[in-house]
């Protein structure tokens, strides 16, 4: 079976790093762009970009770029997405998906559960 | 770059059909036939739904189609049913580095 499992929630305060991450398994992992698309409490699903783990060549939405770094790690079939310093405008789920191949990484058929982020002082 | 737009709701009773419609402008759904829909039922993940246009991933029931014409793309839900009602998502290629979704909406079935 195809998975994303993604880590636990988390409660940061402001001004504090986090990392959070989404475990592929049952494909190659290595093969398949990963996206990550945020949703605010409430509201619609936004794309904040992409890495491929193969490489980890990673592309940027313009409205994320500077404020999350997407990284991966081949060995434990894992990515990542990491914050230097939260606000509490990062309050959201944030979820990981795998990108079906040949879509100009366009659809996502696999997503993780989320991970919900809560920054609050 | 501006969501695309949807509906912000739209019903229908069971065994009907209902369409959903996702506009968006000539640099994203009327340039290119990448359009995505998803389903997201409350506190879970969304569901690829249908993928470039029109196309069905395996599971998907065949009472869900896609279609585009100009800049406008729609989501038709034939024989509703009751699990059907889910809140609902089109997706756009916008060109290198760039994927827009719609503000969704919220499909009730009566």
């Known amino acids: 079976e195809v998975r994303l499992v993604q880590s636990g929630a988390e409660v940061k305060k402001p001004g504090e790093s986090l990392k959070i991450s989404c475990q592929g398994s049952?494909?190659?992992?290595?093969?398949?762009?990963i996206a990550w698309v945020r949703q605010m409490p409430g509201k619609g699903l936004e794309w904040m970009g992409i890495?491929?783990?193969?490489?980890?060549?990673?592309r940027y939405s313009p409205s994320f770029q500077g404020q999350v770094t997407m990284s991966a790690d081949k060995s434990l079939s894992t990515a990542y997405l990491q914050w230097t310093s939260q606000q509490a405008s990062d309050t959201a789920m944030y979820y990981c998906?795998?990108?079906?191949?040949?879509?100009?990484?366009?659809?996502?058929?696999?997503w993780g559960q989320g991970t919900m982020v809560t920054v609050s002082s | 770059q501006s969501a695309l737009t949807q509906p912000p709701s739209a019903s229908g009773s069971p065994g009907q059909s209902v369409t959903i419609s996702c506009t968006g402008t000539?640099?994203?759904?009327?340039?290119?036939?990448?359009v995505s829909w998803y389903q997201q039922h409350p506190g879970k993940a969304p569901k690829l739904m249908i993928y470039?246009?029109?196309k069905r991933p395996s599971g998907v029931p065949d009472r869900f189609s896609g279609s585009k014409s100009g800049n406008t793309a729609s989501l038709t839900v034939s024989g509703l049913q009751a699990d059907d009602e889910a809140d609902y998502y089109c997706?756009?290629?916008?060109?290198?580095?760039?994927?827009?979704f719609g503000g969704g909406t919220k499909l009730t079935v009566l």
């Open positions: 049952g494909y190659s992992f290595t093969s398949y762009w």
């Open positions: 997706s756009s290629y916008a060109g290198t580095n760039n994927l827009v």
């Open positions: 890495i491929y783990p193969g490489d980890s060549d990673t």
């Open positions: 000539s640099s994203d759904v009327g340039g290119y036939n990448y």
């Open positions: 470039e246009v029109s």
């Open positions: 998906a795998k990108i079906v191949a040949g879509t100009r990484t366009s659809a996502f058929d696999i």
